[in-house]
């Protein structure tokens, strides 16, 4: 059906700036056309819309008490969070990213269930995709080594009592599945969900989680089916020190199999060298930074500026860890841009250019369709930002993308329209009843909590011993 929605300001892009007093036409999900010279109409504000460009769709961390402690802690301690009904987890997550403004948001499925086979868990996520209305990339993760460390977990697991040791053994030592059998089970996944608005890719976790075998596979599954890849790469020091000591050429091996090529996109890079920095640009692969989940786990901060300066494709991600936990991707941007926009006089990108950058990027990286520009023939992927909200003193004219990036934040997003369909007007998200579900949740995982009374007893001599062995990596350099 044709649309046309009327606005007082759109965003062209950095090249060609902003419109007033626009109309945008689109049908069939596709722009049609924008007239510039219309009457006034509302007081908007139309930009491309975002993207979350790694994600894992899962619960609040914190509600689980994951606080203030490094990823290392972290990734064990959020097994209280394990998705206790996969459709409501992913549907609370994919709904709230698209409140936020999101039209795409990377899935790298990370924690699953264990309540139902996989496959049917990726058809629970898609489906709540589809019922929120939003573009995802779905990657189930997969790992085949180094469960609890990144080594051998006997000093870890030997000082706990044989009840913990056994509740943590049971809880995260599982026979790893096969490269044959991951690139199968990709394979049926794609074949069950794949379509204009699922982009399936393949998810290795990190490479100190995944064996040379298991590398091999992805790349050469992703070299033959033209399949996305989507990878965690560098985010502590700890895994830095791991690569250093059993794995330094990591990043020249993973070029050499054809790991790394403009199907790879890499999720942090926190502790990436120069070199490397280099290797990956060379190759067309993405970096997605995920500022404040990288603040939020004390895991450093990401040399962004540097590799774009050698000609790395940026995106941003929440990571499920937004600064106020709330999946604020514009926050996120202006973050990254606050962070990595440069020094005194010399500016990195104008934060035009660094928001068209994100959203073509970031659209790469999740499969989807366009360059996010808000022109005849691509996508009607588009946010309407309130301007009275962003420019609330109207005081003189100031270009809103500047005002955007000096104190945008969710609460400005006044309708998101995803493949020409409006999924959330005024903050509410037309396609699932958000706060019903995450009441049914919190209920739920409350349930949930007491029957893991064993490793939260477990938790604090478990927390401990992590500490001194990853510690200890770091002084045997």
């Not at 069950?192 to 998810?203: H, T, W």
């Not at 005081?395 to 020409?420: H, Q």
Request: with cysteine.
């Amino acid at each position: 059906m044709a649309t046309e929605i009327s606005a007082a300001t759109l965003f062209r892009g950095p090249d060609r700036g902003v419109s007033d007093n626009v109309v945008l036409r689109h049908d069939g999900g596709v722009i049609t056309g924008i007239s510039e010279g219309a009457e006034a109409g509302p007081r908007s504000f139309v930009v491309p819309a975002f993207v979350n460009a790694h994600d894992h769709a899962r619960a609040t961390a914190s509600s689980f008490g994951a606080v203030g402690m490094p990823l290392e802690s972290w990734i064990l301690r959020t097994v209280l969070g394990t998705p206790v009904d996969p459709y409501l987890t992913a549907a609370s997550a994919l709904a709230r990213s698209a409140k936020a403004g999101c039209a795409a948001m990377m899935v790298h499925y990370t924690r699953p269930s264990g309540t139902m086979p996989l496959l049917d868990e990726a058809k629970a996520v898609a489906r709540a995709a589809s019922d929120v209305g939003i573009r995802i990339a779905f990657a189930m993760a997969v790992r085949d080594q180094n469960p609890i460390v990144y080594g051998d977990a006997e000093p870890v697991l030997s000082g706990l009592s044989r009840d913990d040791r056994k509740t943590i053994e049971e809880l995260f030592v599982r026979a790893p599945m096969a490269p044959k059998a991951y690139v199968e089970l990709t394979d049926a996944i794609a074949a069950a969900i794949a379509g204009p608005m699922v982009d399936v890719q393949l998810g290795p976790a990190g490479v100190q989680w995944c064996s040379k075998p298991l590398l091999e596979a992805v790349a050469e599954n992703s070299a033959l089916t033209g399949r996305r890849i989507h990878m965690h790469l560098l985010e502590t020091v700890y895994q830095r020190a791991w690569a250093d000591q059993n794995f330094p050429d990591m990043v020249r091996w993973l070029r050499d199999i054809g790991f790394l090529s403009e199907r790879l996109t890499l999720a942090h890079c926190i502790h990436a060298r120069p070199d490397e920095l280099e290797m990956i640009a060379a190759s067309g692969a993405r970096i997605v930074t995920n500022f404040s989940s990288n603040m939020h786990l004390r895991s450093g901060l990401a040399p962004i500026a540097a590799a774009h300066a050698c000609g790395c494709a940026i995106a941003v991600g929440v990571d499920g860890l937004a600064l106020d936990e709330d999946d604020d991707i514009l926050r996120e941007m202006r973050l990254v841009q606050m962070a990595h926009g440069g020094l005194g006089f010399k500016a990195t990108w104008t934060p035009a250019e660094m928001f068209a950058l994100t959203i073509r990027n970031g659209r790469r990286a999740t499969g989807a369709p366009g360059s996010g520009e808000l022109v005849a023939g691509n996508p009607a992927d588009y946010v309407v930002i309130d301007l009275d909200r962003l420019d609330r003193d109207r005081i003189m004219p100031v270009d809103p993308m500047a005002l955007l990036f000096a104190r945008g934040n969710a609460w400005l997003v006044k309708e998101v329209v995803v493949a020409g369909k409006s999924i959330v007007r005024d903050g509410v998200c037309a396609g699932v009843d958000l706060p019903a579900i995450e009441q049914e949740l919190r209920a739920m995982y409350r349930a949930n909590v007491g029957r893991l009374a064993g490793f939260q007893r477990t938790w604090p001599p478990l927390s401990e011993r992590l500490g001194g062995w990853f510690e200890q990596q770091l002084t045997c350099q």
